[in-house]
């Protein structure tokens, strides 16, 4: 319990002190984008002196805009735009922006079971939140393989809450499971990954702040997300986003099982 305060404690910080500087952080580097672009790579052939250090200074500036909206999306975790939607749209928004985006040699393949998917959220969030997951799932099949996304209508009763020593109430839940065939990880990299700048990537890479953005979703949509995964093998996202209420919904599956790594007790 003292892990999960000090890491919701670190959240709320970092919330804060990114709320303060990303915005204005992000209208300087959008002022030097805006001027290297003005400079024109166009206008100075490849091999012409200063065209490399230009590529660099637009592909750095670039990667630091990426890192500050990500900070900002932090802070605004509290103000989003919720309403009553159907999960699957943002889901199938984020497929077709993936399926641009993947290796040539990732299979994506979709299974959206869920009959009914009403929930109340913030469609740009979720939106994110998938691709997030995507993104990471195809950097983990450098050799191709296949990311699977599917959705299921579940019912978590009491006793299914409890075996997930989560916060979860008992109640419908859309399931999102974002599967991939890639590196996975042991159990020591599963404790840390939702920590905020925990990364296994190499710098210019990865900025650490993925997973704990999706995570962050989750809690302001008053969902969960566990993961389960075998080094050398896979690695599956289960993502829980409570189901709309004034839906009368019938499961698809009875109860979730306790299979997977407790919800919301990450570290
Ligand atoms: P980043 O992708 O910038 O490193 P994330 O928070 O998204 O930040 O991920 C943190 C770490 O979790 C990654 O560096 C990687 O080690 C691990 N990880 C995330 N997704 C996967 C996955 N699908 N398979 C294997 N490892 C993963």
Do not use: W
């Not at 289960?238 to 698809?252: I, N, S, V």
């Amino acid at each position: 319990l003292e892990l999960q305060v000090q890491h919701a404690a670190r959240m709320d910080s970092l919330g804060q002190l990114s709320g303060g500087i990303a915005h204005d952080f992000n209208n300087m580097l959008n002022g030097i984008i805006g001027a290297a672009e003005l400079l024109g790579l166009e206008r100075i052939p490849a091999a012409s002196p200063g065209a490399d250090e230009l590529k660099l200074i637009l592909d750095t500036a670039g990667r630091a805009a990426d890192l500050t909206r990500k900070l900002l999306a932090f802070s605004r975790s509290d103000q989003q735009a919720k309403v009553v939607l159907d999960l699957h749209e943002p889901i199938r928004d984020a497929i077709a922006i993936l399926r641009h985006s993947v290796d040539k040699r990732v299979e994506i393949s979709t299974r959206l079971n869920a009959p009914r998917a009403t929930i109340r959220g913030d469609k740009t969030q979720i939106q994110n939140a998938l691709l997030n997951l995507g993104i990471n799932a195809n950097q983990a099949m450098p050799r191709g393989g296949v990311l699977e996304i599917s959705t299921e209508l579940v019912t978590l009763d009491a006793e299914a809450c409890a075996a997930e020593a989560g916060e979860l109430a008992p109640g419908t839940y859309v399931e999102l499971c974002v599967r991939d065939t890639g590196v996975g990880m042991d159990e020591a990299l599963q404790a840390k990954i939702f920590e905020p700048f925990f990364t296994t990537k190499e710098v210019g890479r990865g900025t650490g702040l993925g997973l704990s953005m999706v995570y962050a979703t989750l809690e302001s949509h008053g969902g969960g997300i566990s993961v389960s995964s075998e080094l050398g093998d896979h690695t599956t996202f289960r993502l829980l986003f409570p189901a709309h209420r004034d839906e009368p919904l019938r499961p698809t599956a009875e109860t979730v099982s306790a299979a997977t790594k407790p919800l919301k007790v990450l570290v």
